[in-house]
Protein backbone atom coordinates (compact mmCIF):
# COMPACT_ATOMS: atom_id res chain seq x y z
CA UNK A 1 0.00 0.00 0.00
CA UNK A 2 0.97 3.52 -0.78
CA UNK A 3 2.72 4.91 2.32
CA UNK A 4 3.33 8.68 1.39
CA UNK A 5 0.94 10.72 -0.32
CA UNK A 6 1.76 13.90 -1.71
CA UNK A 7 -0.39 17.16 -2.20
CA UNK A 8 -0.92 19.03 -4.86
CA UNK A 9 -0.38 16.41 -7.25
CA UNK A 10 0.13 19.34 -9.47
CA UNK A 11 2.23 23.59 -8.51
CA UNK A 12 1.92 25.90 -10.90
CA UNK A 13 3.62 28.86 -9.32
CA UNK A 14 5.68 32.28 -10.85
CA UNK A 15 9.63 32.62 -10.21
CA UNK A 16 10.84 34.58 -6.32
CA UNK A 17 6.95 32.15 -4.99
CA UNK A 18 7.00 29.92 -2.35
CA UNK A 19 6.26 26.63 -2.91
CA UNK A 20 4.57 24.50 -0.32
CA UNK A 21 4.05 20.42 -0.64
CA UNK A 22 2.53 17.84 1.65
CA UNK A 23 2.96 14.46 2.59
CA UNK A 24 1.05 12.35 4.83
CA UNK A 25 2.07 8.55 6.04
CA UNK A 26 -0.07 6.20 7.47
CA UNK A 27 2.29 3.81 10.01
CA UNK A 28 5.00 5.23 12.35
CA UNK A 29 8.72 5.87 10.81
CA UNK A 30 11.64 6.46 11.67
CA UNK A 31 12.65 8.82 9.23
CA UNK A 32 11.11 10.87 6.13
CA UNK A 33 12.85 11.96 3.33
CA UNK A 34 12.35 14.15 0.34
CA UNK A 35 13.47 13.61 -3.18
CA UNK A 36 13.67 15.24 -6.57
CA UNK A 37 13.47 14.31 -10.19
CA UNK A 38 13.98 16.37 -13.14
CA UNK A 39 11.78 14.83 -16.20
CA UNK A 40 13.25 11.89 -17.63
CA UNK A 41 16.21 11.31 -14.79
CA UNK A 42 16.67 9.72 -11.67
CA UNK A 43 15.88 11.21 -8.25
CA UNK A 44 18.14 13.30 -5.94
CA UNK A 45 17.73 13.52 -1.91
CA UNK A 46 17.11 16.88 -1.04
CA UNK A 47 16.63 16.46 2.86
CA UNK A 48 15.81 13.75 5.95
CA UNK A 49 14.33 14.55 8.53
CA UNK A 50 13.84 12.17 12.20
CA UNK A 51 10.78 11.32 13.65
CA UNK A 52 12.11 12.94 16.57
CA UNK A 53 13.00 16.43 15.03
CA UNK A 54 10.12 18.91 14.20
CA UNK A 55 11.57 21.37 11.50
CA UNK A 56 15.07 20.95 9.30
CA UNK A 57 16.52 23.82 7.27
CA UNK A 58 18.46 23.17 3.97
CA UNK A 59 19.31 26.39 1.71
CA UNK A 60 16.35 27.26 0.33
CA UNK A 61 14.69 24.19 1.74
CA UNK A 62 12.27 23.69 4.86
CA UNK A 63 11.08 20.66 5.60
CA UNK A 64 8.61 20.32 8.79
CA UNK A 65 7.52 17.15 10.21
CA UNK A 66 4.61 16.44 12.46
CA UNK A 67 4.27 12.74 13.49
CA UNK A 68 1.45 13.24 15.41
CA UNK A 69 -0.41 13.79 12.33
CA UNK A 70 1.72 11.74 9.81
CA UNK A 71 2.23 14.75 7.76
CA UNK A 72 5.19 16.68 6.11
CA UNK A 73 5.45 19.69 4.49
CA UNK A 74 8.43 21.02 2.25
CA UNK A 75 8.70 25.04 1.29
CA UNK A 76 10.66 26.09 -1.13
CA UNK A 77 11.65 29.63 -0.66
CA UNK A 78 11.92 32.43 -3.71
CA UNK A 79 11.44 29.66 -6.12
CA UNK A 80 13.63 29.87 -9.62
CA UNK A 81 12.93 28.02 -13.03
CA UNK A 82 15.57 25.54 -12.24
CA UNK A 83 13.43 23.99 -9.39
CA UNK A 84 10.80 22.92 -12.10
CA UNK A 85 10.62 19.33 -10.96
CA UNK A 86 8.26 16.44 -8.82
CA UNK A 87 8.93 16.24 -5.72
CA UNK A 88 8.72 13.51 -3.85
CA UNK A 89 8.23 12.26 0.15
CA UNK A 90 10.17 8.76 0.90
CA UNK A 91 9.30 6.90 4.69
CA UNK A 92 10.82 4.13 5.82
CA UNK A 93 8.82 1.31 7.50
CA UNK A 94 10.64 1.53 11.14
CA UNK A 95 11.48 -2.15 12.43
CA UNK A 96 15.48 -1.68 10.64
CA UNK A 97 13.81 -1.57 7.38
CA UNK A 98 16.25 -1.02 4.49
CA UNK A 99 12.94 -0.40 2.12
CA UNK A 100 11.72 3.07 1.35
CA UNK A 101 8.03 3.68 0.08
CA UNK A 102 7.98 6.72 -2.23
CA UNK A 103 4.55 9.00 -2.62
CA UNK A 104 3.38 9.73 -6.22
CA UNK A 105 4.91 13.02 -6.18
CA UNK A 106 4.04 16.64 -7.00
CA UNK A 107 4.91 18.20 -10.05
CA UNK A 108 6.05 21.63 -9.52
CA UNK A 109 5.92 24.08 -12.35
CA UNK A 110 8.32 27.50 -11.85
CA UNK A 111 7.35 30.49 -14.83
CA UNK A 112 9.81 32.50 -15.45
CA UNK B 1 33.33 9.97 -5.23
CA UNK B 2 30.37 7.36 -5.73
CA UNK B 3 28.76 7.15 -8.85
CA UNK B 4 26.00 4.66 -10.05
CA UNK B 5 25.47 3.55 -13.68
CA UNK B 6 22.55 2.47 -15.62
CA UNK B 7 22.37 0.73 -19.20
CA UNK B 8 20.90 1.33 -21.35
CA UNK B 9 19.50 4.52 -21.37
CA UNK B 10 16.44 3.42 -23.64
CA UNK B 11 15.00 0.38 -24.66
CA UNK B 12 12.52 -0.67 -27.38
CA UNK B 13 11.35 -4.50 -26.69
CA UNK B 14 8.56 -6.62 -28.17
CA UNK B 15 6.44 -8.60 -26.10
CA UNK B 16 7.99 -11.75 -25.61
CA UNK B 17 11.41 -11.22 -25.77
CA UNK B 18 14.08 -11.22 -22.98
CA UNK B 19 15.50 -8.52 -21.08
CA UNK B 20 18.56 -7.58 -19.48
CA UNK B 21 18.66 -4.46 -17.14
CA UNK B 22 22.76 -3.46 -15.79
CA UNK B 23 23.33 -1.38 -13.50
CA UNK B 24 27.29 -1.00 -11.56
CA UNK B 25 28.27 1.16 -8.49
CA UNK B 26 31.41 2.42 -8.19
CA UNK B 27 33.39 3.99 -5.03
CA UNK B 28 32.12 1.98 -2.48
CA UNK B 29 31.75 -1.34 -1.24
CA UNK B 30 29.13 -3.78 0.24
CA UNK B 31 26.28 -1.71 -0.89
CA UNK B 32 22.54 -2.00 -0.34
CA UNK B 33 21.20 -1.95 -4.40
CA UNK B 34 17.12 -1.71 -5.36
CA UNK B 35 15.10 -1.79 -8.36
CA UNK B 36 12.28 0.30 -9.00
CA UNK B 37 10.04 1.13 -11.85
CA UNK B 38 8.14 4.06 -11.79
CA UNK B 39 4.85 4.24 -14.19
CA UNK B 40 4.44 7.29 -16.37
CA UNK B 41 3.27 10.25 -14.15
CA UNK B 42 3.49 7.57 -11.02
CA UNK B 43 5.82 6.88 -7.90
CA UNK B 44 7.94 4.75 -7.58
CA UNK B 45 7.37 1.09 -7.08
CA UNK B 46 10.05 -1.04 -5.31
CA UNK B 47 10.66 -4.16 -7.67
CA UNK B 48 13.86 -5.66 -5.84
CA UNK B 49 16.53 -5.15 -3.44
CA UNK B 50 19.63 -6.78 -2.14
CA UNK B 51 21.48 -6.57 0.84
CA UNK B 52 24.44 -8.82 -0.25
CA UNK B 53 26.28 -10.99 -3.10
CA UNK B 54 23.21 -13.36 -4.60
CA UNK B 55 21.04 -11.81 -1.77
CA UNK B 56 17.49 -10.99 -3.16
CA UNK B 57 14.42 -9.96 -2.20
CA UNK B 58 11.38 -9.16 -4.04
CA UNK B 59 8.87 -7.10 -3.44
CA UNK B 60 5.86 -7.31 -6.09
CA UNK B 61 5.11 -10.64 -7.59
CA UNK B 62 5.95 -9.84 -11.79
CA UNK B 63 7.22 -10.88 -15.10
CA UNK B 64 11.09 -9.93 -14.20
CA UNK B 65 14.10 -11.27 -11.77
CA UNK B 66 17.04 -9.49 -10.33
CA UNK B 67 20.33 -10.67 -9.67
CA UNK B 68 23.75 -9.52 -7.95
CA UNK B 69 26.90 -11.41 -9.33
CA UNK B 70 28.98 -9.52 -7.92
CA UNK B 71 29.27 -6.46 -5.02
CA UNK B 72 27.91 -3.98 -6.67
CA UNK B 73 26.44 -4.55 -9.71
CA UNK B 74 22.45 -5.38 -9.72
CA UNK B 75 20.72 -6.98 -12.76
CA UNK B 76 16.96 -6.94 -13.69
CA UNK B 77 15.60 -9.17 -15.91
CA UNK B 78 12.65 -11.01 -18.23
CA UNK B 79 12.63 -14.36 -20.00
CA UNK B 80 9.50 -13.10 -21.59
CA UNK B 81 8.43 -8.94 -21.54
CA UNK B 82 4.79 -8.45 -21.51
CA UNK B 83 3.19 -5.25 -22.31
CA UNK B 84 2.50 -3.89 -18.90
CA UNK B 85 6.40 -4.13 -18.22
CA UNK B 86 7.21 -0.87 -20.10
CA UNK B 87 8.04 2.11 -17.82
CA UNK B 88 11.08 3.64 -16.40
CA UNK B 89 13.32 1.48 -14.36
CA UNK B 90 15.22 3.23 -11.93
CA UNK B 91 18.58 1.39 -10.05
CA UNK B 92 19.71 2.61 -6.44
CA UNK B 93 22.32 2.55 -3.69
CA UNK B 94 22.41 2.98 0.35
CA UNK B 95 25.08 2.15 2.31
CA UNK B 96 23.88 -0.50 5.13
CA UNK B 97 22.02 0.69 7.41
CA UNK B 98 18.43 0.80 7.85
CA UNK B 99 16.27 4.09 6.59
CA UNK B 100 19.65 6.08 5.01
CA UNK B 101 19.15 8.24 2.28
CA UNK B 102 19.68 6.43 -1.68
CA UNK B 103 21.37 7.13 -4.53
CA UNK B 104 19.88 6.76 -7.89
CA UNK B 105 21.02 6.37 -11.35
CA UNK B 106 19.74 8.28 -14.66
CA UNK B 107 17.17 5.64 -14.99
CA UNK B 108 16.34 3.36 -18.09
CA UNK B 109 13.26 3.74 -20.08
CA UNK B 110 11.58 0.37 -21.62
CA UNK B 111 9.19 0.93 -23.85
CA UNK B 112 7.31 -2.81 -25.12
CA UNK B 113 5.77 -3.13 -28.04
Known amino acids: SQQGEEDPQALSIQEGENATMNCSYK?????LQWYRQNSGRGLVHLIL?????REKHSGRLRVTLDTSKKSSSLLITASRAADTASYFC????????????FGKGTKLSVIP | SQTIHQWPATLVQPVGSPLSLECTVE??????LYWYRQAAGRGLQLLFY??????ISSEVPQNLSASRPQDRQFILSSKKLLLSDSGFYLC????????????FGPGTRLTVL
Open chain 2, 50 to 55: SVGIGQ
Open chain 2, 92 to 103: AWSVRLPGTEQF
Open chain 1, 90 to 101: ATDSGAGSYQLT
Open chain 2, 27 to 32: GTSNPN
Open chain 1, 27 to 31: TSINN
Open chain 1, 49 to 53: IRSNE
